[in-house]
């Protein structure tokens, strides 16, 4: 992938932060820089989802309450998966999903729309939204970074 220059300095900071890798940076050893970038994250810490098919979601609500809902809760949820895709990284839709459910209902949604980023996605990430979700670190881009 290709990072840009900002993104690169970020990541030479991070890296530089990060004590279980100083015997890789001296070494130059770029593959194990990006293998722990790309690893889950610790602390554990999610990101949401921008392509979450609507299946998924579909699997996850409870049909009965959903039935009990006013045509209008209905009609957005609707309209937020009509597309086959609801993307999670939008506060927007996310908002939709708080007009349309409450309680565990709300819950269960927010924990299918968001995974464990790795170290490499939360890096890039505010608000848990990621710049890089789905994408892995290469080590030129490390390499690159280092320079």
């Known amino acids: 992938m290709s990072l840009t220059l900002t993104q690169l300095a970020t990541l030479k900071t991070d890296v530089l932060a990060q004590p ?7 070494a130059a050893d770029w593959p194990t820089v990006a293998l722990f970038y790309n690893a889950g994250s610790t ?7 921008p392509n979450l098919p609507a ?3 579909n699997g996850t609500v409870n049909w009965v309450a959903f039935a009990a809902k006013t045509v ?4 957005t949820y609707f ?3 009509q597309g086959g895709f609801v993307d999670a990284t939008s506060a927007n839709i996310r908002a939709g ?12 949604l927010a924990n299918i729309a968001q995974q464990v980023g790795t170290r490499f996605e939360v890096l890039f990430s505010t608000a848990n ?7 892995t670190l290469d080590p030129a881009d490390v390499q ?3 320079a």
């Open 79 to 81: 309209a937020m998966v």
């Open 43 to 49: 602390p554990s810490a999610n990101v949401w989802i």
């Open 20 to 26: 279980t890798l100083t015997a890789a940076v001296l």
């Open 72 to 75: 209008q809760q209905q009609n």
């Open 55 to 57: 299946t998924v979601l």
């Open 144 to 146: 690159k970074a280092m």
């Open 129 to 135: 939204v990621s710049l890089v979700f789905g994408q």
């Open 97 to 108: 999903f708080g007009a349309v459910f409450s309680g565990a209902d709300l819950t269960a």
